[in-house]
């Protein structure tokens, strides 16, 4: 009886382990996970704050050579900013499918990318 005792014990043990181990198992796994997502995330958004300058540059560039052709220099800004206006309705009228679409995929990509099966 004791043998059984002392097995039962033994295996209950185990079990608790190897739960413990399996719990720190699934926790490192969550920090990688989030810790990639956030550093994909991160990278991107430096890229995307060097894009906007260099894209603020280069339409204040396209505004005063539009100006030059127009004959003033606020025609010139006027129509970059017909073409803003353009972009924005364009981008409104397909934001599931240009925006959240592809940055839900993205994510949701990035947490089951290392799941095992």
Known sequence: MKNNTATIENLLEKAA???????????????????????????????????????????????????????AK??????????YFFIAILLYTFKEKWIKTPVSNFIIRKIIDKISI
């Open 74 to 83: 606020y025609y010139g800004f006027l129509a970059v900013g017909f073409i």
């Open 17 to 71: 382990t190897y739960s413990k181990t399996s719990l720190e198992l699934i926790k490192s796994e969550a920090v990688y996970k989030l810790s990639d997502i956030v550093s994909n995330l991160a990278v991107k958004l430096a890229m995307t704050i060097v894009a906007v300058v260099v894209l603020l540059f280069m339409n204040i560039a396209l505004a005063l050579f539009l100006g030059d052709y127009l004959g």
